[in-house]
């Protein structure tokens, strides 16, 4: 996810150092020797030690739980449980008043993810995801939004005619659009611009249209 090459006197300084400069604790990265470096003669010639430090993901999962704990003060007794699979971090929030934490349609968990996700990818090199979870509010979403998506197939097989769905979030109209792929004669795509981007699911019998979120 992230390497830095660190210098020093020794090897052991050079990795107190980055410790020191990112830190960094003993069970959160790994590193290589580059150069074993050496006193040279008489301090002659000498040549720093320099290894490569690779951060682990023990590292962005401290880091991410400290900073979602840092935000959600305010929100009263809030427990933070971070766990990543591969590139992919998973937050979960349990605590009293999750209503008020998860806001109107989920808009609140989504401003979080947004900002937790910005906030791990600058401590690493490589994108990384992140998903913000409260009470299991997206599987309850998800179940809710496929039956607001079969019926709107529905409608739009018995009518043929376009359905418009109401805005939804990026990972909400993917789901949407893996749902409509099952059905032959329905086509599904996007339109408008954020945060007001919608779904629109089609009666197509002549065949499929390109998804898009």
Do not use: C, W
Request: no cysteine; aromatic share 8%.
């Amino acid at each position: 996810m992230k390497k830095v090459r660190i210098s020093g006197a020794t090897i052991a300084e050079a990795l107190e150092k980055a410790k020191q400069e990112f830190g960094l604790r003993d069970e959160e990265f790994d590193y290589v020797v580059v150069e074993k470096g050496s006193k040279g003669f008489f301090g002659i010639m000498a040549k720093e030690a320099v290894v490569e430090v690779s951060f682990k993901k023990e590292f962005y999962e401290r880091r991410l739980e400290q900073f979602m704990v840092g935000i959600l003060r305010s929100y009263g007794k809030i427990k933070v449980k971070v766990s990543s699979a591969g590139k992919r971090f998973l937050v979960l929030l349990e605590g009293d008043d999750l209503g008020r934490l998860i806001g109107k349609h989920g808009k609140t968990l989504a401003a979080l993810q947004h900002i937790a996700m910005i906030y791990l990818n600058r401590l690493s090199d490589t994108k990384l995801s992140v998903v913000v979870d409260a009470g299991e509010y997206r599987e309850k979403r998800k179940r809710n939004l496929e039956q607001i998506v079969l019926q709107a197939i529905d409608r739009a097989r018995v009518e043929k005619k376009r359905i418009v769905l109401d805005p939804m979030f990026a990972f909400e109209r993917r789901l949407v659009h893996e749902i409509v792929k099952k059905y032959r004669d329905v086509k599904s795509y996007s339109v408008g611009v954020e945060p007001y981007r919608k779904v629109v699911i089609e009666y197509s019998p002549n065949g499929k249209e390109v998804h898009t979120t």
